[in-house]
C-alpha cells in the first residue's frame, strides 16, 4: 500500500510517501519499486539496496553504474554503523602529470572524456561484498530485476529520453555508446522501450560468477581489450587486484543528534561535520531559514571547510589525513573564531587551518526497513554517463573519476575545485570524492538518511538538509526541496538555486561584502532522503529531479 501525504504546515510542495515497513528513495521509480519488492520478498534493506544499485545501472544510466564506484553507509540494527568504499582507484600505471603536456599544461579533456579518463571500477566488487556482509538474499535474487529491466526493456521517460538525445553528441567517437543510447544514431522518442541487451549479457554473468564474472573472464578482457586498442590504462592486474574497503564511519554530533558520514577518500563526512561545529554555537533558528544572517554564517563556514578540503583531504592510504583535527570541535571553532558577524571574508585571505591544541583529521539514494536498518548509498560515474564510452559487448558505461584527483596543483576540476598533495595522482591510489552519504541517529535511534549527487555541491546540500530538519523544524519535504545555497572556497562566489535569495537579501549580503551572488542554472543537488518520527517512515525524492520515493 502506498499513501501519500499532504502536511497542512508544509510550506513547500511538501509531498512525501508514507511507510510502515520500509522506504527507498532513489531518482528512477523503476529503481526504487525493485528496492521495495525486494523489501516485500523478505529482503532487509541492504539487499534492498544492492537491488536498487544493479536497478539503477539499468534505469538511469547516466550515473547509475557498474562501470563507476561509490560509498556505502549503513546502519545496522544493533545501531552500529559501518561505511564500505568501493571508489575507483588510479590503475597502476597512472602518474602524477599524466593529463599534462610537455610544457605542463592540462591537455583538454583527456581527465574527462577519454579512455585515460576511468578510474578502475568498484561498484560490483562493492555491492556484492555488502550483499555477502550483511545481506539475506542470494545473488540471483538482487541481480535478476536490474537484468530482466535490461533484457525486456522499459519505456523511456521525457527525462531519459531528453538526455539520450543530448548526450549522443558527445559519443558519436564511440560506437558502442552509439548503438547502446540510439537507433543507429537516431534519437529514441520518449515512451518507446528501451532494451540493453550487452548489459544483460554481462549482469547474467555477475549473476552467476559473482564478483570474478567482472573482475575476471570474459567481461574484464572485454574492458582491457577496449583499452590496449586506445591508449586506456586498465589492465587486467587492475581489474583482478581491485578490492573494496571497510572504513571507519566519521561520526559527530549536532544538537544533540550523532552524525555519520564517510570518511576518506571521500571529503563530505568530514566537511559536514566540520561546518556543523562551527555552526553550533548560533542560533540559525532564530535567524530564520533563507535570511541573510544564515546565509553569511552558513556560507563563512563553507568557505573554511572546503580550504582546509583542497589542502588536506584524500585517499587515508597514501596521505596522512589529519582526520581527528578535522572533526574536532575545538579545531571548529577556532577555524572559525576569524568570522566577523558583520563582514564577508575573502578566499584570498582565507588558508586551510592550522591546529593550535597541544594534543593532535551521482546518485544518491536511501534505504530502510523494519529492523532499522539504515542505508545511505551514493554512486556515481563522474559526469553524466561518465566518460561516455560504452565497453563494446558489455553494455558497460566507464567512469571519468580520474578527473577527480588534482590533476595538476591548484588547477580547478570540472566542479572548480583545487587540491594539492593530498589528492595527487598515485599509481592505485583512490580519487578525493564529495560524496557524502549521511545518517543521522538521535540517542542511538533511526532519524535521517540523505545525500546528493551534484559534485562540488553534495556537501553543502546535506549540511542544508541537516540544518533544515534540525534547526528550523522543517518537514522532510520542505527541508529538501527549499532552495539551497553552495559556496566552496573557490571560486568566491556564492552559488544560489532559483528564488534562494530575495533581493533585499541580496542586498543585505552584498552589504556585509558578499561580492559575486550567482544563480544556479540547475537545481543544486538531488537529496533523495528519508526520515523516521516515531513508528511512521517518511520518504521523499527531491523534486529537483526524476524519481520516486516508494513506501510499504
Ligand atoms: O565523487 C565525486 O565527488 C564526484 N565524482 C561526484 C560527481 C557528481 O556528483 C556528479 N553529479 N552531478
Same mark, same amino acid.
Request: proline share 5%; no cysteine; net charge positive.
Given at each position: 500500500m502506498l499513501f501519500i501525504f499532504l502536511s497542512e504546515s508544509s510550506i513547500a510542495s511538501s509531498i512525501g510517501v508514507y511507510g510502515k515497513y520500509g522506504m527507498v528513495s532513489s531518482r528512477s521509480a523503476l529503481a526504487s519499486n525493485v528496492g521495495i519488492d525486494i523489501m516485500r520478498a523478505g529482503g532487509n534493506a541492504v539487499d534492498s539496496a544492492v537491488a536498487t544499485a544493479f536497478a539503477l545501472a539499468v534505469t538511469y544510466p547516466s550515473a547509475g553504474n557498474i562501470g563507476g564506484g561509490g560509498f556505502a553507509l549503513v546502519r545496522l540494527p544493533n545501531g552500529n554503523v559501518v561505511s564500505l568504499d568501493h571508489r575507483e582507484k588510479a590503475p597502476k600505471t597512472a602518474h602524477r602529470n599524466m593529463y599534462l603536456d610537455s610544457e605542463h599544461n592540462?591537455? &583538454?579533456? $583527456? @581527465?574527462?572524456?577519454?579512455? $585515460?579518463?576511468?578510474?578502475? +571500477?568498484?561498484?560490483?566488487?562493492g555491492l556484492l561484498l555488502l550483499l555477502e556482509t550483511y545481506g539475506s538474499m542470494s545473488r540471483t535474487q538482487v541481480i535478476s530485476p536490474a537484468l530482466k529491466l535490461a533484457r525486456n526493456g522499459f519505456p523511456l521517460s521525457y527525462d531519459l529520453a531528453q538526455q539520450f538525445t543530448t548526450v549522443l553528441g558527445k559519443m558519436k567517437l564511440y560506437p558502442a555508446s552509439l548503438e547502446k543510447f540510439s537507433k543507429d544514431g537516431e534519437p529514441y522518442i520518449v515512451g518507446e522501450i528501451w532494451r540493453q541487451p550487452d548489459l544483460a549479457k554481462t549482469l547474467k554473468i555477475i549473476m552467476n560468477k559473482g564478483? +570474478?564474472?567482472f573482475y575476471e573472464g570474459s567481461v574484464a578482457s572485454l574492458i582491457v581489450q577496449e583499452m590496449e586498442r586506445n591508449n586506456g590504462s586498465i589492465s587486467a592486474s587492475d581489474l583482478a587486484d581491485y578490492r573494496s574497503v571497510w572504513r571507519t564511519p566519521v561520526t559527530g554530533s549536532y544538537r544533540g543528534y550523532e552524525i555519520w558520514g564517510m570518511g576518506p577518500p571521500s571529503s563530505g563526512g568530514i566537511l559536514v561535520i566540520q561546518m556543523l561545529n562551527m555552526l553550533e554555537p548560533f542560533d540559525l533558528e532564530s535567524m530564520g531559514y533563507g535570511s541573510s544572517a544564515s546565509i553569511h554564517h552558513m556560507v563563512e563556514a563553507k568557505r573554511r571547510a572546503y580550504a582546509d578540503r583542497a589542502e588536506y583531504l584524500g585517499d587515508p592510504d597514501y596521505y596522512p589525513v589529519p582526520i581527528g583535527m578535522l572533526l574536532d570541535k575545538d579545531y571548529a571553532r577556532q577555524r572559525f573564531a576569524d568570522f566577523d558577524v558583520a563582514s564577508a571574508s575573502s578566499s584570498e585571505n582565507i588558508d586551510p587551518g592550522i591546529w593550535f591544541k597541544e594534543s593532535p583529521e551521482?546518485?544518491?539514494? @536511501?534505504?530502510? !526497513? &523494519?529492523? /532499522?536498518?539504515?542505508?545511505?548509498?551514493?554512486?556515481t560515474l563522474n559526469s553524466s554517463y561518465g566518460n561516455k564510452i560504452v565497453v563494446p559487448g558489455t553494455g558497460i558505461l566507464l567512469n571519468n573519476e580520474m578527473n577527480d584527483f588534482s590533476i595538476k596543483k591548484d588547477t580547478p576540476n570540472q566542479y572548480q575545485l583545487i587540491g594539492r598533495e593530498a589528492n595527487a595522482i598515485e599509481p592505485g591510489k583512490r580519487m578525493l570524492s564529495s560524496m557524502s552519504p549521511t545518517i543521522v541517529t538521535k540517542d542511538g535511534n533511526p532519524f535521517l538518511i540523505t545525500g546528493s549527487q551534484g559534485g562540488s555541491r553534495i556537501i553543502t546540500t546535506v549540511l542544508q538538509v541537516i540544518i533544515n530538519v534540525i534547526d528550523h523544524g522543517m518537514q522532510l519535504g520542505d527541508a529538501v526541496t527549499l532552495p539551497r545555497i553552495h559556496h566552496q572556497w573557490l571560486p568566491d562566489q556564492i552559488i544560489h538555486d532559483k528564488y534562494a535569495i530575495s @533581493? !533585499?537579501?541580496?542586498n543585505r549580503l552584498s552589504a556585509l561584502g558578499h561580492k559575486n551572488i550567482v544563480e544556479s542554472k540547475s537545481g543544486i543537488g538531488d537529496a533523495n532522503s528519508i526520515l523516521v518520527r516515531g513508528k511512521a517512515?517518511? /520518504?521523499?525524492?527531491? +523534486?529537483?529531479?526524476?524519481?520516486?520515493?516508494? /513506501?510499504?
Open positions: 592540462v591537455i &583538454n579533456k $583527456l @581527465s574527462t572524456q577519454s579512455h $585515460l579518463a576511468a578510474g578502475v +571500477p568498484g561498484s560490483v566488487d564478483r +570474478p564474472g551521482t546518485t544518491h539514494f @536511501s534505504v530502510i !526497513d &523494519n529492523k /532499522g536498518t539504515m542505508v545511505s548509498f551514493t554512486t @533581493s !533585499d537579501t541580496r517512515i517518511f /520518504g521523499v525524492k527531491d +523534486p529537483r529531479a526524476e524519481g520516486a520515493a516508494v /513506501g510499504y
